[in-house]
């Protein structure tokens, strides 16, 4: 499974963005996914996630403004990212593994995409 992000790019405190996660190689339906990202000078951390079944669940800082999301049909995952804050920004990686249980640590992942610029300016 190859995983690309995209979406990313400068953007206004208070302005949104969309990142995609699209995959290739295979069907992601019966996959665990999510989103991490990782500043300057700072340690990759956990941002969303999104079970084979459709839960989620969500860093606490970022509840309430993002939207983790996915369509099967497309092989995509998405991220809803709106009232975008100066701190959000980082390189945004996504991941990806087939089961049916999920993980807040990047390193459980199987794949892992090649991450997207985030820069909320202020």
């Known amino acids: 499974v190859q995983l690309q992000a995209s979406g990313g790019g400068p953007v206004q405190a208070g302005g949104s963005l969309r990142l995609s996660c699209t995959a290739s190689?295979?069907?992601?339906?019966?996959?665990?996914m999510a989103w991490f990202r990782q500043a300057p000078e700072k340690e990759r951390e956990f941002v969303a996630r999104?079970?084979?079944?459709?839960?989620?669940s969500y860093r606490e800082s970022v509840k309430g403004r993002f939207t983790i999301s996915r369509d099967n049909a497309k092989n995509t995952m998405y991220l809803q990212m709106d009232s975008l804050k100066p701190e959000d920004t980082a390189v945004y990686y996504c991941?990806?593994?087939?089961?049916?249980?999920?993980?807040?640590?990047?390193?459980?992942?199987?794949?892992r995409g090649q991450g997207t610029q985030v820069t909320v300016s202020s």
């Open positions: 999104i079970f084979s079944n459709g839960g989620t």
């Open positions: 190689g295979r069907t992601i339906s019966n996959y665990a």
């Open positions: 991941a990806a593994k087939a089961s049916t249980v999920s993980s807040t640590s990047f390193a459980w992942y199987s794949y």
